[in-house]
């Protein structure tokens, strides 16, 4: 799979403080790029540079093979954290306005607008003000102005703030069906189960610096901690822990089952398989639960902030 975005060592300082640090990422065409950090950690700044609002210091970005330069800028589709739409202007007119300035006919803006509408089920807000509808309800027109154009490269900046589940689940599906016709999504969020959902690929910046980054499921295998949450009938609980705790790593876990199981997490030692394990664990009672603990990208997010 080729890359649509290369950002090679980009650094961006204002005045003494470094903001960017020779950051490099590579996001795949057709795939959802999860940028991720702290507050400060130099995320919208890079956003800014590949939306060419401010230019980096040092380094260079492509997009598509091609240096970045004024005429991508129909190729690119922002969703910013902060929203800019005109409170005073009607909803349809702001909408036709804002997509004509990325290149469209008035024709192929209402054109595209009336699918849109009629797909997010928004048809009647054509006539209101922005200031007339909600925080989520605006949250919804800044999406399709986001995505009108059908640019090569989506980026969105907490695209879920303000909105219900309801309204979070049908603008995530949305993404996931940008993403499957081929479009390439770059996704910044705090929210690391939204990450957890969409993305393919993570880059997780921290004081400046990129400190991981790569192909989500690899980093969750390299996460790994070999342990294992178990829910085991017997009738004599203390015992069995007791002999467990003998030959592996055991401690008490937390978890719900429909029976009054002894529920442990257990972790395997060298060179153990799973089904070494649980074989084990059959033969000394009914085995009711039995789940390996995968690292959360929250859980992978804290360790790596906390250890740089």
Request: hydrophobic share 40%.
């Amino acid at each position: 799979m080729s890359n649509l975005l290369e950002v090679n060592e980009v650094s961006k300082s204002f005045g003494d403080f470094k903001a960017l640090n020779k950051v490099s990422i590579s996001v795949n065409k057709g795939s959802i790029f999860g940028l991720l950090g702290p507050n400060g950690a130099g995320k919208t700044t890079l956003i800014r540079i590949i939306n060419q609002i401010t230019m980096p210091d040092s380094g260079t970005v492509h997009l598509d093979g091609e240096l970045l330069n004024s005429k991508h800028i129909k190729d690119i589709g922002y969703l910013p954290e902060e929203r800019g739409l005109y409170k005073t202007m009607k909803v349809g007119e702001q909408a036709l306005y804002l997509a004509q300035l990325k290149g469209l006919t008035k024709a192929e803006a209402k054109e595209r607008l009336n699918y849109w509408f009629e797909r997010l089920e928004i048809g009647d807000w054509w006539n209101k003000k922005i200031q007339e509808l909600s925080k989520g309800m605006a949250q919804k027109i800044q999406f399709v102005v986001t995505v009108l154009h059908q640019p090569k490269l989506l980026i969105f900046d907490e695209p879920f703030s303000g909105f219900d589940p309801i309204n979070a689940n049908l603008i995530k599906d949305e993404i996931l069906r940008l993403r499957d016709n081929g479009a390439t999504v770059i996704f910044s969020t705090h929210r690391m189960d939204s990450v957890e959902e969409l993305c393919d690929d993570i880059a997780l910046i921290h004081k400046s610096n990129k400190i991981l980054d790569g192909k989500l499921v690899d980093i969750k295998r390299q996460y790994k901690i070999n342990t294992f949450e178990v829910g085991i009938h017997s009738p004599d609980k203390e015992a069995l822990q007791k002999e467990l705790s003998q030959k592996f790593e055991v401690s008490v876990a937390h978890f719900k089952t429909l029976e009054d199981d002894l529920k442990l997490s257990i972790k395997l030692n060298a060179g153990d398989k799973p089904n070494d394990l649980l074989g084990y664990l059959t033969s000394k009672g009914e085995v009711s639960h039995f789940v390996e603990l995968i690292p959360s990208v929250n859980d992978i997010f804290i360790q790596t902030v906390k250890s740089n």
